[in-house]
């Protein structure tokens, strides 16, 4: 089965990049990858995405920042991000959750849990 959903995974752990591209290409998602949340949102105006899955801490642009730019932006704003983090302090977590993030994964997960919280994400 072919899904057809295009993910945008921004992400500057090369090794995490590779584990998340391997699996959700396999599930038929066509990924998108940027290293940092920098040129995301010229992207997501101009491209139709169904969900970005962003690490928190990144150089340049890190991902609350990219979160609550998608967010604020009315043309986007219904894109669900799904926040990435090694972060697993309450106040950090709620934070981005606070600001419109559909999911707040911790470092290190399941490539299956990660899916599944992709696939109810992607239900709302």
């Given at each position: 089965?072919?899904?057809?959903?295009?993910?945008?995974?921004?992400?500057?752990?090369?090794?995490?990049?590779?584990?998340i591209?391997?699996?959700?290409?396999k599930?038929?998602?066509?990924?998108?990858?940027?290293?940092?949340?920098?040129?995301?949102?010229?992207?997501?105006?101009?491209?139709?995405?169904?969900?970005?899955?962003?690490?928190?801490?990144?150089?340049?642009?890190?991902?609350?920042?990219?979160?609550?730019?998608?967010?604020?932006?009315?043309?986007?704003?219904?894109?669900?991000?799904?926040?990435?983090s090694?972060?697993?302090?309450?106040?950090?977590?709620?934070?981005?959750?606070?600001?419109?993030?559909?999911?707040?994964?911790?470092?290190?997960?399941?490539t299956?849990?990660?899916?599944?919280?992709?696939?109810?994400?992607?239900?709302?």
């Open positions: 089965m072919v899904n057809k959903k295009k993910i945008i995974l921004i992400e500057d752990d090369e090794g995490v990049t590779r584990l591209q391997f699996k959700l290409a599930e038929g998602y066509e990924i998108v990858v940027f290293p940092n949340g920098e040129k995301v949102a010229d992207y997501l105006l101009t491209n139709k995405v169904s969900l970005v899955i962003s690490d928190v801490m990144m150089p340049v642009v890190d991902g609350l920042t990219i979160l609550k730019l998608i967010k604020s932006t009315p043309e986007i704003a219904d894109i669900p991000v799904i926040l990435l090694t972060y697993s302090h309450e106040s950090i977590i709620l934070e981005g959750l606070r600001a419109g993030a559909a999911d707040y994964i911790t470092k290190p997960f399941s299956s849990e990660l899916l599944m919280r992709i696939q109810k994400a992607l239900l709302k």
